[in-house]
């Protein structure tokens, strides 16, 4: 499915491995819509981090949520470039994460409705990793049709969010957790 789903131009980097350490912090994104974080994206312990509407792009590195931080956003994409890009979340680390909702005009048009998008000419070597035990609302569809996706922890995942969808190419469920899928 979503086959002919364009992925976005990659310019250049606006941030470079960069890391949000303890505080609340908002992104600022490039004013095109499409922000380039090359060689990692963490979220560190006890940071609480806004991401403003539009599409992030993770090059080269992973995209981390550790345990006691939170990330947040609404109307936002989250695309992985080259095989090095991938998803970890820790257990007790938070996403309270909605995609956009609308296909109107604007950069966002083309990826309504997902919130996780995996390059599907990626060659991934890592599995996209997500732990439960903290606050785990994700509101959109995770589309990584190349790549193994792994749920697990001990917390529920997505019990208050109105739709939660994924595309991957296998799923790992472990753990003593509750995962919710479901559709609006």
Do not use: W
Not at 111 to 132: C, E, M, Q, S, W
């Amino acid at each position: 499915p979503f086959a002919s789903l364009a992925m976005p131009t990659v310019g250049t980097c606006d941030y470079n491995n960069k890391q949000y350490n303890n505080g609340t912090h908002t992104v600022v994104p490039n004013a095109s819509g499409v922000t380039v974080f090359c060689d990692g994206l963490e979220l560190k312990p006890q940071s609480d981090v806004t991401f403003p509407a539009g599409i992030y792009v993770i090059k080269g590195n992973k995209f981390e949520i550790q345990a006691q931080s939170v990330a947040r956003g609404e109307g936002v994409v989250f695309v992985f470039s080259g095989a090095e890009a991938y998803l970890k979340m820790n257990g007790g680390g938070s996403a309270i994460l909605k995609a956009p909702v609308t296909s109107a005009t604007g950069a966002t048009a083309p990826y309504a409705g997902f919130l996780f998008v995996d390059d599907r000419n990626n060659k991934p070597k890592v599995a996209t990793d997500i732990r439960g035990g903290g606050d785990v609302k994700m509101e959109g569809i995770v589309y990584q049709p190349s790549r193994a996706l792994i749920i697990g922890g001990n917390g529920q995942v997505n019990q208050n969010s109105k739709y939660f969808a994924m595309v991957a190419d296998s799923y790992y469920l472990n753990g003593t957790g509750d995962l919710y899928l479901k559709t609006d």
